[in-house]
């Protein structure tokens, strides 16, 4: 075994090229799907919960208050799309292809997109949309914390690696 294998931290890739918060601040690739949150275009208070999964392409996206995404009609809307592309730049685009299943000869954003929509996949469930929206507020509180090297119950297998000033 490797020395970091041995480790008792995970190690935390940086992301594949740097990329803005303001529209896209929370993206994953979890529980088989890309999901996360994405501002609105026109209302500053509302944010849009997305996801497409893997293989299927079935897609969501709904309000935080579980109302659904006027352009999500039969197709990907621009939140989802916006999603996969923030998705390529914070994990590059062959991850990205590779998690979704997506068979591209050179992957990018706009042609994993264009890929699974000419799959015309069905629209889903919005049932995860909660467990998104909650796992992104659950991110946005650790903001409120002061710098501390103390462990924080749900993050106390990441060790402190610095001193607090």
């Known amino acids: 075994m ?3 294998e041995k480790a008792s931290t995970a190690r935390v890739l940086p992301p594949a090229r ?10 994953e ?11 609105s275009g026109s209302d500053i208070g509302r944010v849009y919960v997305s996801s497409v999964a893997a293989s299927t392409y079935e897609f969501s996206c709904s309000t935080n208050n579980n109302r659904p995404c006027g352009g999500a009609r ?25 998690y979704l299943r997506v068979e591209v000869a050179e992957p990018t954003a706009q042609a994993i997109s ?5 799959t015309r996949p069905s629209q889903g469930d919005s049932a995860a949309a909660a467990s ?6 659950r991110h946005l509180a650790y ?13 106390q297998w990441f ?7």
Request: proline share 9%.
């Open 2 to 4: 490797s020395d970091w």
């Open 18 to 27: 740097p990329r803005k918060l303001a529209k896209v601040p929370f993206v």
């Open 29 to 39: 690739l979890a529980d088989g799907r890309v999901q996360g949150v994405v501002s």
């Open 74 to 98: 039969g197709m990907f809307c621009n939140h989802i799309l916006a999603l996969i592309n923030e998705s390529t730049l914070q994990y590059g685009a062959e991850r990205v292809a590779r």
């Open 114 to 118: 264009q890929t699974m929509s000419a």
């Open 132 to 137: 998104v929206f909650s796992q992104f507020l």
């Open 143 to 155: 903001l409120e914390f002061e710098p501390s090297t103390a462990p924080v119950p749900e993050l």
């Open 159 to 165: 060790p402190p690696t610095r001193a607090v000033v």
